[in-house]
T-cell receptor, first 114, second 114 residues
Framework: EAQVTQNPRYLITVTGKKLTVTCSQN?????MSWYRQDPGLGLRQIYY???????DKGDVPEGYKVSRKEKRNFPLILESPSPNQTSLYFCASSFGGSLQETQYFGPGTRLLVL | AQSVTQLGSHVSVSEGALVLLRCNYSSSVPPYLFWYVQYPNQGLQLLLKYTSAATLVKGINGFEAEFKKSETSFHLTKPSAHMSDAAEYFCAVSGIGGGFKTIFGAGTRLFVKA
């Protein structure tokens, strides 16, 4: 089954404790992206990647890191999480870097930073 | 700043009534436009997209949207609401301001009354 998977689905952590949220897709997509969803703000793009070893900042990259060492994986790293990073996070992928491509979303990771 | 505006954070309609969800974007160059739907506790999935072909775009589940360049709008409609349409709807654009960012609106939650 073609899908985007994220792990963990739910995470509670404390301020300053490094964490990684994994994202993997099995569709051989080139483009991958991370979003955070907050009430009243919709989805805001954190980082995106056009291909392996190619990443770029979205609108809200502060406090996050990403890497793209393999085509299928695009982990999101929070080096020192803070309470304002409490949010619902979505990973998405699309076939190519074309702007008209449909993005396929993972099920989401709900993060609470205490 | 480039933006996407969805008018109305909540819309309530009766079952069988017309659904109209509004989306306006700010860009001097027509971008690529999308409507995504998010059902409770799920990721987003594509309803329809405009990619500079026909201005009236038909999507899944009976939804359609019309791109109006003069109004910079891409409103989503469905002639007859069904209970299963209750969800949150997001308008998104890509191609604004160059680059490969995607910008989402804040979302409109649709309630359908029996």
């Amino acid at each position: 089954e073609a899908q985007v998977t994220q792990n963990p689905r739910y995470l509670i952590t404390v301020t300053g404790k490094k964490l990684t949220v994994t994202c993997s897709q099995n569709m051989n997509h080139e483009y991958m992206s991370w979003y955070r969803q907050d009430p009243g703000l919709g989805l805001r793009q954190i980082y995106y990647s056009m291909n392996v070893e190619v990443t770029d900042k979205g609108d809200v990259p502060e406090g996050y890191k990403v890497s793209r060492k393999e085509k299928r994986n695009f982990p999101l790293i929070l080096e020192s999480p803070s309470p304002n990073q409490t949010s619902l996070y979505f990973c998405a992928s699309s076939f190519g870097g074309s702007l008209q491509e449909t993005q396929y979303f993972g099920p989401g990771t709900r993060l609470l930073v205490l | 700043a480039q933006s996407v505006t969805q008018l109305g954070s909540h819309v309530s309609v009766s079952e069988g009534a017309l659904v109209l969800l509004r989306c306006n974007y700010s860009s001097s160059v027509p971008p690529y436009l999308f409507w995504y739907v998010q059902y409770p506790n799920q990721g987003l999935q594509l309803l329809l997209k405009y990619t500079s072909a026909a201005t009236l775009v038909k999507g899944i589940n009976g939804f359609e949207a019309e791109f109006k360049k003069s109004e910079t709008s891409f409103h989503l409609t469905k002639p007859s609401a069904h209970m299963s349409d209750a969800a949150e709807y997001f308008c998104a654009v890509s191609g604004i301001g160059g680059g490969f960012k995607t910008i989402f609106g804040a979302g409109t939650r649709l309630f359908v009354k029996a």
